[in-house]
């Protein structure tokens, strides 16, 4: 290098990280959407005149596809710790049963062993939804709604009685 000035006249690193690069990754990946990108750039120390430009540059994948591959790897590492599976979700609530166990907390224990059932599928939650009651409707709104079910069921109700009639 000389006179301060890269070779690269792109002012690309195609190869290697730098250290400025790593730690707005780190910051970009880490802080997950609540900061910026701009302030990602510069808590890893690019200036704050240029910072919105790096920021922008540094997560283009023709710009600085290094630096975008290692964005994508960090995601993909952080999102591998903190997936969610089955296994991982039922000895993580064996874990919290077993100390609550410990400590003496038998109610959030059972929680925790209610959870671990649900989560297997042992549970069926059933959910009913009315969206009317016989309590509301009067007397004559009953007889009516009856008068209705009998009428729109008559033919089949007659025709059952034909078949009993004939056997």
Same mark, same amino acid.
């Given at each position: 290098?000389k006179?301060?000035k890269? /070779? /690269?006249p792109? =002012?690309?690193?195609?190869? $290697? !990280? @730098?250290?400025? %690069?790593?730690?707005?990754a780190?910051?970009y990946?880490y802080n997950?959407g609540?900061?910026?990108?701009?302030?990602?750039a510069?808590n890893?120390g &690019?200036?704050?005149?240029s910072? $919105?430009?790096r920021?922008s540059? !540094? @997560?283009?994948p023709?710009?600085?596809?290094?630096?975008? *591959?290692y964005? %994508?790897?960090?995601? $993909?590492?952080? /999102? #591998?710790k &903190?997936?969610?599976t089955?296994?991982r979700h039922? *000895?993580?609530?064996?874990?919290?049963?077993?100390?609550?166990m410990?400590?003496?907390h038998l @109610?959030a #224990?059972?929680s925790?062993e209610?959870?671990? =059932?649900?989560?297997?599928g !042992? &549970?069926?939650?059933?959910?009913?939804?009315?969206t =009317?009651?016989?309590e509301?409707?009067?007397?004559?709104e009953?007889? %009516?709604k009856?008068?209705g079910?009998? #009428?729109?069921?008559k033919?089949?109700?007659?025709?059952?009685?034909?078949v009993f009639?004939?056997?």
């Amino acid at each position: 290098m000389k006179n301060g000035k890269s /070779n /690269n006249p792109s =002012g690309q690193n195609t190869k $290697h !990280l @730098t250290d400025k %690069q790593i730690r707005f990754a780190r910051e970009y990946v880490y802080n997950d959407g609540s900061k910026t990108q701009t302030e990602c750039a510069i808590n890893a120390g &690019y200036s704050k005149s240029s910072a $919105h430009v790096r920021a922008s540059e !540094l @997560t283009n994948p023709r710009r600085f596809p290094v630096v975008v *591959r290692y964005i %994508q790897e960090l995601e $993909h590492e952080l /999102n #591998a710790k &903190y997936e969610v599976t089955f296994a991982r979700h039922v *000895r993580k609530l064996a874990d919290i049963r077993d100390e609550a166990m410990k400590k003496g907390h038998l @109610t959030a #224990a059972v929680s925790a062993e209610v959870q671990r =059932g649900k989560a297997a599928g !042992l &549970y069926v939650e059933r959910k009913e939804i009315r969206t =009317g009651t016989l309590e509301s409707l009067s007397e004559k709104e009953i007889k %009516q709604k009856i008068d209705g079910l009998l #009428a729109d069921y008559k033919p089949l109700l007659e025709s059952e009685e034909a078949v009993f009639e004939e056997a």
